[in-house]
């Protein structure tokens, strides 16, 4: 392997380029214009435009990615993460190109292309999976057969799924029958995407970070725990995975030795599980590829992951991985606001100052003055933080949260800390470990999970309301000499300075320009007040529309569910400000929009004020893998 292009941006795009560097390969970059003055492109060794503004023309642009191959000539492609990393019509044609692939086989990535097909690998493989029916399922009464026999709640999923998109939970025969309409019906949904699951209540999400090379040699590196998610999308992870039997840890090693040699695995990948609180596992999905949080798994095993996959995409030998060492923490920062349910934003970072010392790593891609573009994931970088035992991680990093600094964009650090002093977490002071995937959301988020709510008809369920947080602003002072910070109300603030900023928006900070585009971050209780007079309802972000949940000529009430919206690999979820009848819908499943864009219209004429109505099931929801 002489050059490698990364087929890839961001950190785990520099990621690459840093152990190819060490390794004397040489390294060519692929940047759309928004990523032009990126670190990764700045250091590799040749770095080439991609013309255009969304991912399609850009990062999944198979065919100009293979020209580029030849330009540059490139013996060998790494795809990273996400993208084109697990399409095998594209690892085909870097192959057919004389270029080597950095993964699996592409019969490898057929087989474990979908859910469904990885199921089949799994019962061939003799690894106990979810019950389910490994088909897609398009009638009702076999979709209810199967909830009476396993019981509720269950789960719909997407054969495409991944990353916790395409998940809808169903609780009674009347939701199942509203989902079966809604994808029947109500919009031309497909119904032959989905295949059923029972939903596994109070399940960790464990799974190993494996390899195996062209000579059958097998390892898993690491165990990891991956169970603290939002919407089935990890947030934080740790290796080795903690208070684990030895029982269910010779289980997982096993079943993902037998899941890699099922399909002749060559390379790295993950293998994912789902383990109940008696010490059952269940197989969940194969990731034929690095993940985000191969980082905790280099940390705790002292190997570098990367090097590993170039080896074994050379035909060379995989290192044995000696027993873990110590215990890892991998944080995602990411520009998302946990004060509105870890939504994902955008904007310009103002002020940016990593944490340092012993046992801290930063894998990051962005720098100060760098814009987080609302076209591309959220994620910045990962702090991984390492120390000799779970314990002293647990205290490195709430000291490596105390020095972190981000401004301009919101991040979950603040949500991070509160999480690291809580003992169902951290397991101290004789508390036991008593987490699991929906955990995150049901103590800290909102109350129902919203992916819970996925494509339910918009009488099922409304969401749940945030309590208002007034504004303030904080100061560094001094009293009689000693430093001190001191919270404002920013009212006050505001009336002693005179300043302007947050007139007319109720003291929210509006967001950062974006491209030369100017201040777009009025209000919300602003833009809702607007809607809930005129009836034009507007995206409230740059996203894909993923399901209408309304009927033109359909009477909704405040608070019911219109439309479903897609961005950054996070679901958000548009709501009636009023109630009203629905005059126009202006988008299609698959569409894209654009920040202000209309989805829906309603008549709200004849329409008076109206109070959200109550949710019929206010209890708590059970938990799930």
């Not at 060559?266 to 197989?283: A, D, H, N, Q, S």
């Not at 491209?515 to 507007?538: F, N, W």
């Amino acid at each position: 392997m002489r050059k490698l292009l990364i087929a890839n941006r961001g950190e785990i795009a520099l990621r690459v380029v840093r152990t190819a560097r060490e390794m004397g390969i040489a390294t060519v970059a692929v940047y759309a214009e928004q990523d032009r003055d990126a670190q990764y492109v700045q250091m590799a060794d040749e770095a080439y435009l991609l013309p255009g503004d969304t991912y399609r023309d850009t990062y999944l642009n198979e065919d100009l990615l293979i020209d580029l191959v030849h330009r540059s000539g490139a013996d060998a492609v790494h795809p990273g993460y996400g993208f084109l990393s697990e399409v095998a019509e594209f690892a085909a044609k870097v192959k057919d190109a004389g270029a080597k692939w950095v993964g699996p086989d592409p019969k490898a990535l057929t087989d474990l292309g979908d859910k469904i097909t990885a199921k089949r690998v799994a019962r061939a493989a003799r690894v106990p999976a979810v019950p389910g029916i490994a088909e897609p399922v398009t009638e009702i009464r076999t979709l209810l057969d199967f909830a009476h026999t396993h019981g509720y709640p269950i789960m719909m999923k997407r054969t495409d799924g991944g990353g916790g998109h395409g998940i809808t939970v169903v609780r009674n025969d009347d939701e199942l029958r509203g989902f079966y309409l809604n994808h029947d019906a109500l919009q031309g949904g497909d119904l032959k995407e989905y295949f059923v699951e029972k939903f596994i209540d109070r399940a960790r999400h464990v799974e190993t970070q494996s390899g195996r090379d062209s000579h059958g040699n097998f390892t898993v590196y690491s165990t990891r725990d991956c169970t603290v998610q939002r919407r089935n999308q990890k947030l934080i992870e740790e290796a080795p995975a903690p208070f684990l039997t030895e029982d269910v840890r010779r289980q997982l090693v096993g079943y993902s030795r037998h899941l890699f040699e099922q399909v002749d695995y060559v390379g790295l990948g993950t293998c994912e599980f789902m383990v109940t609180p008696t010490g059952k596992v269940y197989f969940l999905e194969v990731n034929p590829r690095l993940q985000v949080e191969h980082t905790v798994s280099e940390e705790v095993s002292g190997l570098d992951l990367v090097r590993e996959q170039l080896v074994i995409a050379d035909g060379g030998t995989l290192t044995e991985a000696p027993a873990p060492r110590g215990h890892s923490f991998e944080l995602r920062i990411t520009c998302e606001d946990p004060a509105t349910n870890l939504t994902p934003s955008s904007g310009t970072i103002t002020a940016l100052s990593w944490p340092s010392g012993p046992g801290i790593r930063i894998d990051s891609g962005v720098e100060e003055g760098d814009t987080v573009s609302p076209k591309f994931d959220s994620m910045m970088g990962k702090l991984v933080v390492t120390a000799q035992d779970r314990e002293a991680a647990v205290a490195r990093v709430r000291r490596a949260l105390r020095e972190l600094r981000i401004e301009g964009v919101p991040t979950p650090a603040s949500l991070f800390a509160r999480i690291f002093a809580d003992d169902a977490f951290t397991a101290e002071h004789g508390h036991p470990f008593d987490v699991s995937t929906k955990w995150l959301e049901r103590t800290y988020l909102n109350r129902r999970p919203q992916a819970l709510n996925t494509g339910q008809p918009a009488s099922l369920g409304t969401p749940a309301a945030e309590p208002e947080r007034p504004a303030s602003e904080t100061f560094v002072i001094e009293v009689d000499d000693r430093r001190v910070k001191l919270t404002v109300p920013q009212e006050i603030v505001d009336g002693l300075t005179g300043s302007p900023r947050f007139q007319g928006v109720g003291g929210r900070r509006p967001t950062q320009p974006l491209r030369g585009s100017g201040l777009h971050g009025a209000d919300p209780a602003v833009r809702r007040g607007d809607e809930a007079k005129s009836g034009v309802i507007a995206s409230p972000m740059q996203a894909v529309v993923t399901r209408i949940n309304v009927a033109e000529g359909e009477s909704v009430a405040k608070g019911d569910l219109l439309v479903v919206l897609e961005s950054m690999k996070m679901e958000n979820y548009v709501y009636a400000p009023v109630k009203g009848t629905v005059t126009k819908i202006f988008v299609s499943p698959g569409d894209g929009v654009e920040a202000g864009a209309t989805l829906v219209t309603l008549d709200v004429t004849a329409s008076g004020p109206a109070s959200a109505p109550e949710p019929k099931d206010a209890s708590e929801p059970k938990e799930a893998a």
